[in-house]
């Protein structure tokens, strides 16, 4: 049985057989959506592994420049080398950048506002800077008062290998920029987002982005893995207070700088 239809459903009929009118398809936009607790570990494991292999490649290239055998004390000694740990480290951000970029583009949220790269006020900066100067000063109270090391070992042979080799002032510009931005955009930026809108909540993202970012520094002994989780806190009470992970690139970059200042000042460096 037909049924009838009024002159505009005709109309719409007829247009739609006329190839001069063809009938006009309008594609559903998928909605933006924050990448949940699983899809976050995920893709933060694909970041993490990013940039290893970013950091990997170098150290790999320089190894095979000593045309020797690949043995443990080269290792040892290529990683070591100021050079090598200062591209090694910078190569880890563009790594970092690409997937992370993906993944957020995948989600159908812009780069910036996924992971809040937002200016933060003055007032939550000179905040942030006297928060994290009273706990870094707590720190070296502590490891004064116990007989530990105020600075890490490798810091300094690194530091004096890259002074050596006449690029101290690369290693300045991985260690106080490209690494705080690279660590930040993972552990305060793409992990803490997904995560503290799942059911961890901000809390359990802050714990957890802490303790990911301390796995980060393995190469550190215990009493320094503690001072790194303590900053990593902080950091993530910050980006949770202040909506912005400008505010922890920043603080981290200082605290970099400050620790490379301070190393070189008790190894003699200058």
Not at 40 to 66: E, K, N
Not at 194 to 210: D, H, T
Request: glycine residues 10%; proline residues 3%.
């Amino acid at each position: 049985m037909a049924v009838a239809c009024e002159n505009p459903c005709e109309s719409t009929l007829m247009d739609s057989l006329n190839p001069e009118h063809p009938t006009l398809i309008v594609k559903a936009r998928r909605e933006p959506r924050i990448w949940g607790f699983w899809g976050t570990a995920l893709w933060g494991f694909a970041i993490f592994m990013a940039m290893f292999a970013g950091q990997a490649l170098v150290m790999g290239y320089f190894l095979l420049r000593l045309g020797a055998e690949l043995d443990r004390a080269a290792f040892i000694h290529v990683v070591g080398g100021g050079l090598a740990t200062a591209l090694s480290v910078t190569m880890g951000l563009p790594a970092v950048l690409a997937v992370t970029w993906l993944a957020t583009r995948l989600a159908g949220i812009s780069f910036s506002d996924y992971l809040a790269l937002r200016l933060p006020s003055w007032r939550r900066l000179f905040a942030g800077i006297l928060a994290l100067f009273v706990l870094v000063m707590g720190w070296d109270a502590v490891s004064r008062a116990t007989g530990h090391e105020v600075t890490a070992g490798f810091m300094g042979e690194v530091l004096q290998s890259g002074q050596a080799d006449g690029v101290l002032w690369l290693m300045v510009l991985a260690f106080a920029v490209a690494a705080p931005i690279s660590e930040e955009i993972f552990a305060r930026g793409f992990l803490y987002r997904g995560w503290s809108e799942s059911f961890v909540g901000p809390a359990g993202a802050i714990l957890l982005s802490a303790a990911i970012w301390t796995a980060l520094h393995l190469q550190y002994d215990w009493f320094f893995l503690g001072e790194v989780f303590s900053i990593g806190l902080l950091f993530g009470y910050l980006r949770y207070r202040s909506q912005s992970l400008w505010l922890t690139i920043i603080l981290h970059g200082l605290n970099n700088l400050a620790a490379v200042i301070q190393t070189l000042l008790l190894t003699g460096s200058s």
